[in-house]
């Protein structure tokens, strides 16, 4: 990130170089300086974006660019239409509110290599298909940079643990893109203090439901040609070599295994995590896991689970059961319960008393922010850590890989979550990663 420059110190230093020199400096305008409600150019963390399909426009380019101490200055994406939509959104809002001279234009690549060669971007945001998460999010955090992913965090265990590995390593702020620790969607959050300060007595159980089957957006299952202007080999990357359909890729890669993992994994991603945060586990993992889902052949394009059935057992003793119905989350406990139905719904409670409870000043307060990328900025100055670092988003999607090989192994798993193996199961262990296609591997940290 680039040395701070603030108001006061410039100002000072110019009088005092006039002074010894005689000189009468020019007068500068006040928003270089920062005045005027603007940020000065030297305190702007510089971004550039990896992946700007759907939510990488509309969630993440949205929600940094209102922020004035952020400057969008690169867009990459594999679909040429996408990234130069997204530059020209970009630009186009810039030169509407930044006044001051500072914004010299959004570059467009094909390559995110090319957006981590540049020493000008102090971080970037990934928002790419979940099989490429981890190999730029390592890359980046070596090339300097500090990084908010998008959810679920990684394809395997072992990604995840390496990507882990790599920001505490390289000492890069990492933020896992998840809305629900934020103020933004505050049920969550109230929830778990609730929780975590014993208003439901001892913690016996966490219901996770996650939506059935797939959500599936019209298109062609035809092998064709990809479209002009689509890397589709670069899209593929390290996954299996495919003929390109146009429901392979985008928003349907979601329920093929060789990109994701269903609803496990991309509902899982965010309720998994709330589970863990009220139970206080979210540095850990289960100690078993078993379950039954509803595979298609393998064959099939759309191959994830479409039903699931999976309990996780904790060394505490809770009991974590992941089905799939709709959203929703339920905290038993030996002295009630406290959930919701529905996606951000309103929580319900037994006793309806617990909810008006009020946490105390010596209590337990959970780390929350406004949004995710308030919370990201701010890390990138402050140099702490973010509400959801890798480690936390690694050991949130653990448990959906895991619940996803006992579904496909048909057994009960005993599972190590501090080695992060499984206990006397090779099958199962070679199961925590899987190949890459050439020329891409996990970079080495």
């Known amino acids: 990130m680039k040395s701070k420059l603030t108001r006061r110190n410039f100002i000072k230093s110019t009088l ?46 949205n929600g940094f660019i209102r922020h004035k101490d952020a400057m969008i200055v690169a867009v990459c994406d594999v679909d040429k239409d996408k990234r130069e939509h997204a530059k020209k959104f970009v630009e186009e809002r810039y030169s509407e509110q930044i006044k001051d001279g500072a914004y010299k234009g959004c570059n467009a690549y094909n390559d995110f290599r090319d957006v981590l060669a540049r020493k000008d971007i102090d971080a970037v945001m990934i928002s790419t298909p ?33 990507l882990s590995d790599a920001t505490k390593k390289y000492n890069r702020v990492f933020q896992t893109s998840s809305e629900n620790r934020s103020q933004e969607i505050k049920h969550y959050h109230r929830m778990c203090e609730l929780v975590r300060n014993g208003r439901i007595g001892k913690i016996k159980r966490i219901l996770v439901e996650l939506p059935t089957g797939y959500s599936i ?18 899209w593929l990357g390290q996954a299996p070599y495919a003929p390109y359909c146009e429901a392979r890729c985008h ?25 863990q945060w009220g139970n206080d586990t979210e540095h850990t993992g289960p100690i078993e896991v078993e379950g039954k889902g509803d595979f298609p052949p393998k064959t099939e394009l759309f191959n994830a689970a479409k039903t699931f059935n999976v309990t996780c057992k904790y060394e505490n003793g809770v009991v974590l059961n992941i089905v799939s119905n709709r959203p929703g989350i339920r905290f038993e406990g030996t002295d ?83 080695k992060e193996q499984f206990i006397n199961d090779d099958t199962a262990n070679q199961m925590l990663d899987r190949a890459r296609r050439k020329p891409w591997q996990l970079p080495e940290i």
């Open 130 to 162: 979940d099989h490429w998460h981890v190999i730029p999010a390592i890359m980046a955090v070596k090339a300097g940079k500090d990084v908010i992913c998008e959810k679920p965090l990684s394809l395997t265990m072992r990604e995840g643990r390496v």
């Open 336 to 418: 009630g319960w406290i959930g919701n139905e529905g996606w951000a719904a309103k929580p319900k409670s037994e006793p309806a008393s617990i909810l008006e409870s009020k946490i105390g000043e010596n209590e337990i307060h959970l780390y929350t922010a406004p949004d995710e990328h308030r919370n990201f900025l701010d890390c990138v100055k402050s140099r702490k850590q973010c509400y959801a670092p890798a480690e936390i988003g690694h050991r949130t999607i653990t448990i959906a890989h895991i619940g996803n090989i006992a579904m496909m192994l048909g057994r009960k798993l005993r599972w190590n979550p501090a």
């Open 16 to 61: 005092l170089y006039s002074a010894i020199t005689g000189i009468v400096p020019q007068i500068v305008k006040p928003s270089v300086l920062g005045a005027e409600g603007t940020v000065s150019p030297s305190n702007r963390i510089t971004l550039g974006f990896i992946g700007t399909g759907d939510h990488g426009l509309n969630r993440n380019i």
């Open 217 to 234: 957006r019209p298109a062609s299952k035809e092998i064709t040609q990809p479209p002009e202007g689509f890397d589709y080999d670069m």
């Open 251 to 275: 928003w349907n890669f979601r329920w093929n295994l060789d990109y994701s993992g269903g609803m496990l994994t991309d509902w899982g991603a965010h309720l998994i995590d709330i589970a």
